[in-house]
């Protein structure tokens, strides 16, 4: 099983209490970065592209444990930059396990082999791998030669300590569906409990624009590699949130569902756009317009947006709002093999016509990655 009974019953709980309470916009999953520097400068990603004297800044464990109780959400990532690289990251783990928590402290796990023995195993903490696909891929898109073998070394020593360990993968246009099958083998046979996909987002500041996926192409993508799904695959997800980039449902974006503290405060109005921050979790529900966000709100910036940060607590809301997305839910976990002999033609075609993959060339990487 890819989530804790625990969890999953304390997350359906807390669901439902806030569907009893009449609240139409609550917080599942905080995202708390606690600082934005970062050991990899990766051509996909807009986080870490701020000057040195932000670079440098890093939250305290009380401003932490402060945003973790005044949202109260069940969950809490911790992405950045590379948590690892916080000081006091133990501290502010321990501090929110101990608030019982669900964390999963998001790392490209660099680091993670040399800093195991600073945490605890515990059903409270997971570590969030960031994996982008098979060894090759996986290099190229962080912009480290050997990184994933460093990653998939760490993944195995965690797992042999009781840690858990998950996966986060971001797909970008000129995907291999037939190599990301491949790599979820790999990642079920390194013992990850579960895995996380989302198409990438276009950041404005992110080095490479000209491989973010549209949400036509996203939904053929996706429906290629998750149709004909194998058994021991397991996704540490809402089973809804993969029909809807597969295609197969339709949810509206609902930012609160994962807001962002950071070093500037509550960023408006979610953690891939900046417009604005927020004092306080109350000003932030009150003081965005959040009829401004959301493909139907017209937004060039959200016109191709399928991430899981914008869509899974739509998911999870439509589960716990009705029979029907009950039922849905029920159906999707229990028979979510998906066979299509289309997507199947489409894999067989794609490996014998093999797309060249990613064709950005980062010739300069080297210049460009954050010193630390």
């Not at 099983?1 to 569907?19: D, L, R």
């Not at 396990?97 to 945490?119: I, S």
């Not at 970008?172 to 190599?179: A, R, V």
Request: charged share 20%.
């Amino acid at each position: 099983m890819p989530i804790p009974v625990s969890q999953m019953w304390t997350v359906a709980t807390y669901v439902i209490k806030q569907k009893l309470m009449g609240r139409k916009r609550y917080p599942l999953t905080l995202m708390l970065e606690p600082l934005f520097r970062c050991n990899l400068a990766c051509a996909g990603c807009g986080k870490i592209q701020y000057p040195a004297h932000v670079l440098k800044q890093n939250m305290t464990p009380e401003q932490c444990f402060k945003a973790a109780d005044e949202c109260g959400a069940p969950t809490i990532a911790i992405p950045g930059g590379e948590p690892l690289l916080h000081p006091q990251i133990h501290e502010i783990i321990e501090g929110l396990v101990a608030r019982k928590k669900y964390v999963y402290m998001c790392t490209n796990a660099l680091l993670l082999k040399e800093k195991l023995h600073l945490f605890k195993p515990s059903k409270y903490l997971s570590f969030s791998v960031h994996m982008d696909g098979q060894r090759e891929h996986h290099d190229f898109a962080v912009c480290k030669e050997g990184g994933y073998d460093v990653a998939l070394e760490a993944i195995r020593e965690a797992v042999a300590k009781g840690f858990r360990v998950t996966t986060n993968t971001t797909l970008f246009d000129g995907t291999d569906p037939n190599s990301v099958r491949a790599f979820f083998d790999e990642m079920m046979d390194a013992g990850v409990e579960g895995m996380m996909v989302s198409p990438g987002y276009s950041y404005d500041k992110a080095p490479d624009q000209s491989h973010f996926l549209g949400r036509a192409r996203t939904r053929t993508l996706f429906n290629t590699i998750l149709s004909n799904r194998k058994a021991n695959w397991q996704f540490n997800m809402s089973p809804l949130f993969l029909e809807f980039l597969m295609g197969k449902q339709h949810f509206k974006c609902t930012p609160w569902g994962m807001p962002t503290y950071n070093i500037f405060g509550w960023q408006k109005p979610c953690y891939l756009l900046q417009d604005g921050y927020a004092d306080t979790y109350a000003e932030l529900l009150a003081d965005t317009n959040w009829d401004n966000y959301g493909t139907e709100s017209g937004n060039p910036k959200c016109a191709n947006c399928m991430v899981h940060s914008g869509y899974e607590a739509s998911a999870v809301d439509y589960t716990f709002g009705s029979l029907k997305g009950l039922f849905y839910t029920a159906r999707a976990t229990l028979f979510g093999k998906y066979e299509d002999q289309a997507a199947m033609a489409a894999l067989d075609k794609h490996f014998k016509h093999p797309a060249a993959g990613p064709l950005v060339q980062i010739q300069t990487k080297a210049k460009d990655e954050v010193q630390v």
